[in-house]
């Protein structure tokens, strides 16, 4: 699709779009320039494209006056100004939780977690696709799709129920039946691929060089896509107090929202928005889908795929767009990748819930798994303020915990029954 082919009605020349504070598209590899539009690879050297900003003038209580979801901070967003005025699910401002008894637990002085399980779909996918529809919108789109490892999938299918318009998701047919489900009931149109979701992934891009109404939107809208992800920085900054945390541990599929929540806490910087000095950058995988820690630990620059074989399997991308800018920001913000097994992965997941009453799916087992690990190994300062990121819900990942959690005991409505059962219960 390009501008030229839009109505007139909506738009007629790029320079009429309005995506709020945007004003072009640069290559992440050689900076070359592009007019804002529906671009996604750089002409020069098909190095993937980011959006570039004017800001202008933001200040706390500008924001601090706005809705209480992502879009107090559109005008750090790529977006239309009247964003809030379309139907949309109101993603992001989900709760930072001080996080005492798991930070007793591990040894911590100091530990929250960014609970994104509170979003609309229970995951962070909520934030990054309001704003590729809002993108996508202005762009002249009009279906939404995705390539999805699950929780994508319920994104864009809740998203373009409540915008009113079609949409076409693509899923790996091994997916946990419950994301199989919590997008379906959405009434989207959900294709099962034979493959994993790398497989998935390049049906998706030649699809979108066939559909052209179709905004993919961590394909060809992904520049705008990803900077959704910039919001999770945002919000941890300003429930904080308008200050950044010493340390954050954040799970690595495509490596995007790691990326971009770096470049959240550098904007607020410049901005002049919270004091300098950004947080040491963490990034935590599982063992059977690590490509960006293997890399990390041999001290790689490029980032070799691998086939995913893990209980995570929202995480489960073998190849992922972001794994090198991944290796980038650990690097220079003096953080690490790290991974875990999936055994670790459970026991993460029960550790989070029975510490903090927060059961998160597998992605959050890995994070806390991570945390746990890096601690051990003297990795991560346990002095040092650290936010860890609990992207995802439990209840979309039953599979994971059900072999290993359950009743304490089957037992006839008595209370004999039950003195037998746990007699330690009267001390
Ligand atoms: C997609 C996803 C991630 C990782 O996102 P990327 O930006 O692809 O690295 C983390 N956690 C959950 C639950 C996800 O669904
Ligand atoms: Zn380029």
Same mark, same amino acid.
């Given at each position: 699709?390009?501008?030229?082919?839009?109505?007139?009605?909506?738009?007629?020349?790029?320079?009429?779009?309005?995506?709020?504070?945007?004003?072009?598209?640069?290559?992440?590899? #050689?900076?070359?320039?592009?007019?804002?539009?529906?671009?996604?690879?750089?002409?020069? #050297?098909?190095?993937?494209?980011?959006?570039?900003?004017?800001?202008?003038?933001v200040?706390r209580e500008k924001i601090e006056s706005g809705p209480i979801s992502i879009w107090r901070y559109k005008d750090l967003l790529?977006?239309?100004?009247?964003v809030t005025?379309?139907?949309?699910?109101e993603?992001g401002f989900?709760?930072?939780?001080?996080?005492?008894? %798991?930070?007793?637990?591990?040894?911590?002085?100091?530990?929250?977690?960014?609970?994104?399980?509170?979003?609309?779909?229970?995951?962070?996918?909520?934030?990054?696709?309001?704003?590729?529809?809002?993108?996508?919108?202005?762009?002249?789109?009009?279906?939404?799709?995705?390539?999805?490892?699950?929780?994508?999938?319920?994104?864009?299918?809740?998203?373009?129920?409540?915008?009113?318009?079609?949409?076409?998701?693509?899923?790996?047919?091994?997916?946990?039946?419950?994301?199989?489900?919590?997008?379906?009931?959405?009434?989207?149109?959900?294709?099962?691929?034979?493959?994993?979701?790398?497989?998935?992934?390049?049906?998706?891009?030649? %699809?979108?060089?066939?559909?052209?109404?179709?905004?993919?939107?961590?394909?060809?809208?992904?520049?705008?896509?990803?900077?959704?992800?910039?919001t999770?920085?945002f919000e941890?900054?300003e429930?904080?107090?308008?200050?950044?945390?010493?340390?954050?541990?954040?799970?690595?599929?495509?490596?995007?929202?790691?990326?971009?929540?770096?470049?959240?806490?550098?904007? %607020?910087?410049?901005?002049?928005?919270?004091?300098?000095?950004?947080?040491?950058?963490?990034?935590?995988?599982?063992?059977? #889908?690590?490509?960006?820690?293997?890399?990390?630990?041999?001290?790689?620059?490029?980032?070799?795929?691998?086939?995913?074989?893990?209980?995570?399997?929202?995480?489960?991308?073998?190849?992922?767009?972001?794994?090198?800018?991944?290796?980038?920001?650990?690097?220079?913000?003096?953080?690490?990748?790290?991974?875990?097994?999936?055994?670790?992965?459970?026991?993460?997941?029960?550790?989070?819930?029975?510490?903090?009453?927060?059961?998160?799916?597998?992605?959050?087992?890995?994070?806390?798994?991570?945390?746990?690990?890096?601690?051990?190994?003297?990795?991560?300062?346990?002095?040092?303020?650290?936010?860890?990121?609990?992207?995802?819900?439990?209840?979309?990942?039953?599979?994971?915990?059900?072999?290993?959690?359950?009743?304490?005991?089957?037992?006839?409505?008595?209370?004999?029954?039950?003195?037998?059962?746990?007699?330690?219960?009267?001390?």
């Amino acid at each position: 699709m390009t501008i030229t082919d839009t109505p007139a009605s909506t738009r007629s020349e790029a320079s009429a779009l309005d995506l709020g504070p945007a004003t072009h598209l640069s290559c992440r590899e #050689c900076s070359a320039t592009t007019e804002l539009g529906p671009y996604y690879a750089c002409l020069e #050297c098909f190095g993937p494209l980011e959006v570039a900003y004017d800001f202008g003038d933001v200040t706390r209580e500008k924001i601090e006056s706005g809705p209480i979801s992502i879009w107090r901070y559109k005008d750090l967003l790529p977006v239309p100004r009247n964003v809030t005025e379309v139907p949309n699910t109101e993603p992001g401002f989900t709760p930072l939780l001080k996080a005492d008894n %798991l930070a007793r637990e591990l040894g911590m002085k100091a530990l929250w977690v960014k609970n994104d399980a509170a979003n609309p779909t229970h995951s962070f996918k909520d934030r990054v696709v309001a704003v590729a529809l809002a993108a996508a919108r202005e762009l002249g789109f009009s279906v939404l799709a995705c390539p999805s490892t699950g929780n994508l999938a319920n994104a864009v299918a809740a998203a373009a129920a409540r915008a009113g318009i079609r949409s076409f998701v693509f899923i790996p047919s091994n997916l946990e039946q419950q994301k199989i489900v919590t997008s379906a009931v959405y009434d989207t149109t959900l294709v099962a691929v034979d493959g994993n979701y790398d497989d998935v992934n390049r049906l998706a891009s030649e %699809l979108a060089g066939q559909y052209e109404d179709w905004a993919f939107v961590n394909v060809n809208v992904r520049p705008y896509y990803a900077e959704g992800s910039k919001t999770l920085g945002f919000e941890t900054a300003e429930q904080l107090g308008w200050r950044l945390p010493e340390q954050v541990v954040i799970p690595v599929a495509s490596g995007a929202q790691l990326v971009k929540v770096d470049k959240a806490f550098r904007e %607020l910087t410049e901005l002049g928005l919270v004091a300098g000095g950004g947080p040491a950058v963490f990034g935590a995988q599982a063992s059977g #889908c690590s490509p960006v820690a293997a890399a990390y630990k041999a001290g790689h620059d490029v980032v070799r795929p691998v086939r995913p074989d893990t209980v995570a399997k929202s995480l489960a991308i073998g190849n992922p767009a972001d794994g090198p800018y991944v290796l980038d920001v650990t690097r220079r913000t003096g953080g690490a990748v790290e991974d875990v097994t999936d055994d670790d992965v459970i026991d993460g997941i029960r550790l989070l819930a029975r510490t903090e009453g927060i059961f998160g799916e597998t992605a959050a087992g890995v994070t806390v798994a991570v945390l746990a690990k890096l601690l051990r190994e003297g990795k991560l300062d346990p002095d040092a303020e650290t936010v860890i990121f609990n992207t995802g819900e439990g209840l979309k990942t039953l599979d994971a915990v059900t072999p290993v959690v359950g009743p304490a005991g089957t037992i006839a409505p008595t209370t004999e029954a039950f003195r037998a059962l746990v007699p330690e219960a009267e001390n």
